[in-house]
């Protein structure tokens, strides 16, 4: 399976460098960046440089989310996980058999751990994660 742009990148910047690091890029990733600066009107090194800066950041984003997830106890991580399927504390205490200040707890704390005030900032935290096999 090919490398996507940003794995190569990443694997580059891995490197030990002793001259300026120089990426080669597919005609299609090329044809697109280009487009890109056409259409901001800057420079393709200057729109390389922030793709890269910004994928680093939201690599550093999702890391950081992973590590907060892994620092849930079992029991938190459900409760997250059928949160951001929609369902409201009362459904999900039903679902595992505790009581809904249980499920309240529960969801304080992985809230206070994730940084967001509400259920609403949660989901929009993880709403690119897949929590199907919750269901």
Request: glycine share 4%.
């Amino acid at each position: 399976m090919p490398m996507n742009l940003f794995d190569r990148l990443l694997n580059a910047l891995r490197r030990p460098a002793a001259a300026p690091r120089l990426f080669e890029f597919d005609e299609v990733l090329l044809e697109k960046l280009r487009q890109i600066a056409v259409r901001e009107q800057r420079s393709e090194d200057e729109v390389a440089a922030d793709l890269l800066e910004t994928a680093l950041t939201l690599r550093g984003t999702d890391r950081v989310r992973l590590q907060v997830w892994e620092s849930l106890s079992p029991r938190e991580q459900e409760v997250v996980a059928l949160a951001c399927l929609g369902k409201t504390n009362r459904q999900i205490a039903a679902r595992l058999y505790l009581s809904p200040e249980t499920i309240k707890t529960h969801m304080r704390h992985s809230l206070r751990k994730f940084g967001v005030a509400n259920k609403a900032e949660l989901r929009t935290l993880l709403a690119d994660w897949d929590f199907g096999g919750w269901k």
